[in-house]
């Protein structure tokens, strides 16, 4: 492309959307259920009256039973339910069986249980918070255990045919008497979200057959036992009553005291991790849809054309419909949470104990979670995904999701459940992790509705054992009966899975032998022996104490350390769960790990792959030493992350990150993290384990860690936590970051501190001289300071004659965006990447003119396009992923001029553009700020065509070539962008598997911010980041303040007029575009007026005081093309309306940016001729006192 024009916006960009593509890769298992109607094999239209309809529709089901369950009930065995283990098994087989193990339990758990489960004292401190009375309570849970039940939904045999009270009959008699406390049956159709067990106001008309009717036996199936479908039978389902199957297991549980769970996908009707080629109607396999006649419509493919499901094409138009013409993934989750979720929620709201969500990387949980709540404000959830490397839990969980690890092997295998099992008995609180119970979700057979049993009942009866004895909670999945492998009309639970709960429960009266241990269980106090003088417990000398081990493994951990006194880091000592070989690789970085997880930028490797054979058994496994000593002088800090090829490095947890773990006269070191995968997953709170070997005044020292008790392993991706401790750490928090939430009363500053007082002031009054640091006085300073403040927050000066004196306003609101307060700048855009507009730019070019022709008019800042105006698939620096992984999207530098002939860019050197525009605007003191896309490589609004490499645009990209392996799409095929398949692999890489679209904003703040912010943290004076409605702002804004505490940071979302506060407290000055039209209404149009008074009249000394957050200012400012468009077009101000609005914001200490669009051709480094000469003319008078003349009275078009 020449210069930028591939990627020009027209407009305001933000409100372009494209919609995601249904046929989406998937690695779906073969052996998903289906809605037992695939035989159907005719084309005609399934809806064709016939005879049959005649009959009159009445409410009767039959009750369909077998000779065998009607005949041979399952012998019923002691009524007595076996009571639970002693609470805290040996991890080896007892000597002797325990003498006082009880032998007698209540048959049914109380009526109303406690809001925990009793227990006795823990040994260590109890979590934060735990359920009570008032908020969602597992303990009915707790020690127990349930079933679980899959039934197709929508109209098929399965619903119609299907008898409740057969199947309440069979639980009563066989289940019941033996603690089955609830069940989890399917209100979707499993795994997909395509049919349900019940009636829906939009889904029942507009989706035919995808949720139950109550259809006559006689009317269902002829004498000859043909279906509809078969043989030109055909019904009007429109002419049936809707039926009510989940209601129907409701009532019937509900009279036995036993809960009931709905199991839902969270992919819904869009079918998001799913294709519409597994949707109940696709290709007309359903016989009650013609998709041959409807396809064609709804796809505009020609006609006849079959492949397409139409319940998958009416959702999104209803979607469309009802959420502004979008259909995106992100509107598509909000979607099944408000549409969905939300009206089975006040449907079942009388008697639903909760909901147990599947496919959770497609959930907006949050939005879940409000909906739900709204109608059961006690109802339980819990939410699955695809990350099943280790049993996690999210903040939103009730109870743990809990299926098994690996579903390509049988689910007793020892890799599935026995780490959950064992970290529950060791590392719970009574079952809890914080206030999420640990529950188990084990599939009886070899398919969870199908198949053979694949446990032995000993081994069953070990593992359930043990996790009811640590009081989690265990859930069997269990098939439905069968005859001949038909799973259709038969309402019954398989009877051998029926008689192997049986005996498994009712073994619960003995202790088990504890033979099932898969390997060498850690035990929950080690001794500590004085002999090993690098065991992991402390000495005795030690004031943290002793009798702690370390019972967590994993691949490795971050930690900081923090010396006393100069000296020599020669190695580290690490300690393993097993005794094996494994390979070890050792980070380290000046300054804290924190904020730098999940990006390898700034970090040394000083030990690379070394192999080494652990110990084991809780000993200390020497590493060799440093090839060079990493020398700390005192009262330095430096971070450590050590990492493994294989999850066996241990670690403890029961501390919070930032307090000290250990320490002595020379050296301290801090709780850090645990770390799933190299610079991936990770989560705080955990304290490594090992030795530190150091030298200090000629003394060799070994500093052994402290381990606590341990937690479950951490979340799916990365904690960014905006809220305080509420367990105060030993000494100040180390972190550069401020806390979102202070303690002590409000401030009026806009942004918090980043370094208290030792002894913070509670006065009301303020000190009458400013201190050197900045305060936490609920009043301002009188007398502001001599000095630049060295607060985050801004500092308005005092000068009353600078604008109106407001009584109610601060006199000092000190901070980031103060050096901008009654200033101006302009703004550039430059398309990133390497093209002709990089090769051949030159930005000593640049800076001369602005040196030479705007400079002396008071220009403090430019505002340079980091990445590519609108989109974030280009970038004007290097990048360790994106120059190394998507060629082309970084600049590059071609000595040869510009023939675009070259398509071999790894032989060709980086150019960082964006660093010599930091680099030589410092040079002339103009600062510099960064415009960012926040829907980044990903293009999360944009959609991929949009994307420079899409379908071969670039000449650096063979997307024929890459496609079919990014996309699982048979050659030749190359309509797509391989640049954001390999950024979402990448994330998935680094994030655990998953590419949600939070994980996808989460890995750009981490991956693409922080690495950028890093780099340029040295001049860089802030961010402008576009596309707010998909940042991930909190973390955004708190790596840039990590690596830049002084930037001036704002993101474009929000109301745009009059100006306002929106993000408080990320926001430092309002992004100030002007309405999105620029058509109907631009720049200079009267609509845009209320920006210019909003300044005067609702600003405090040209702040806006947020309404949500009080005591947050964010500074006023305009951003104002001063073209038609943003980077191209013509001059649509006059130069005297120009002058008076720029005037009254800056008289008004507000702030104003002017995007001027670039020359072209040779001169595509200067800034265009017109607009420099009219800028000149402007700035030549900016300090009108008014009268003023462009008022916009009777909203008066003055610009035409």
Known sequence: TTNDAAHETTNDAAYETTNETTNKPTNETTNATTNATTNATT????????????????????NVTTSAMANKPPTRLPTNPPTRPPTNPPTRPPTNSPTNAPTNAPTRPPTNPPTRPPTSAPTTSPPTQLPTSDTPSTAFMSGNQGISLIIPGGVNDDTVMFDVGAFTSQFRQSLLDYGVSWVIINLSNHKYGDTYLAPHPYLTFEHIGSTPKVIPSNIWKNDNDDVFGDDNMFIYLENYRDRDLFREFLDALDSMNVKVFAYMSAQGPAML??????????????????????????????????GCAPSVHFWRRHVRNSYGGRDDEVIMKVAYAEIIVDEYAKRYKDKLAGFYFDQGDVADMVLIVECIRDHIPKAMISFGTENKSIRLHYPFDDFTFGTPVDSTIPSSDCSNYYPFITTTEVASQDGYFDTTLAHIHAPLNSEWDSGSIVWHPRQAHEWQSRMIAARGAWTWGVKRASIDGNMATLSYMDPEDVLFVQIVNEAMKKTPDYKYLCEESPTVSPTVSASQPVSLAVSDEDVLGADFGATIYMHGNMFDIEAMKDMLIHGLDV??????????KVYTRTGTYKRHETNIFGWDLILDEVDIWSKGGNKATPLPDFSDPIEMLAGTTRAFYVTSSEPVLLCSMGMQEGEIATSNSN???????????EFGIYAKDYTWNGNIRFEATQEITLIPTVSLKPSIPPTTVPTISIQPSKKPSQLPTRSSRPTFNPTLPP???????????????ISTHPSPIASVKPTISSHPSKKPSSTPSISSRPTAPTDPSSSPTRSSAPTTIAGNAEWMAGN?????????GTNYGTVLYDVDAFVLELEDKLLSYGVKWVIVTLSTSYYGDRYLGQHSFLTTNLPGSTPKEYDNGWDGSITDLSTLPDRDIFGEFVDRLDGINVKVIAYMAAQGPALLISGETKAYDYMDNSPYVDSFDRCPSLTGTPAPFGAC????HLWKAHVAERYFGSKSDATLRKAFAAIIVGEYAERYKQKLAGFFFDNGEVADIPAIYEVVQESIPHAAVTFNKGQRLPLTNNNAPYEDYTFGWPHFDFNAYPPPDCKNYPAITSVEDKAQRGYFESSDVPGQYSLGHLYMPLNDDWAKGSI???????????????????????????????????IDFEDVQFLRRVYTNLNMPGPYTYNCQNNRFSFR
């Open 824 to 832: 101006h700048g302009i703004s550039i855009r430059i398309t990133g």
């Open 747 to 761: 401030t009026i500053s806009s942004k918090p501190t980043v370094s208290g007082s030792s002894n913070p002031s």
């Open 273 to 306: 991790t799913s294709t519409e080629t597994k949707a109940y109607d696709y290709n007309n396999i359903y016989p009650f849809v013609d998709s041959c006649s409807l396809c064609p419509v709804l796809t505009s493919q020609p006609y006849p054309f079959c």
């Open 667 to 677: 050296l301290r070191l801090y709780v850090g993290t645990l770390n799933l995968d």
């Open 575 to 584: 300690m393993a769960s097993i005794n094996t070989v494994f390979s070890i």
């Open 977 to 980: 962008a391989p640049s954001v």
């Open 43 to 62: 084309n005609e239209i399934a809806n064709k009256p016939t005879d049959e309809t005649a009959n009159k529709p009445t409410d009767e089901t039959t």
């Open 1132 to 1166: 649509v101000w006059q130069t005297d309306k120009a002058q008076e609005w720029m005037s009254r914001v800056l008289r008004a200490r507000g702030a104003w940016t002017w995007a001027v669009k670039r020359a072209t051709g040779s001169a595509l480094s200067a």
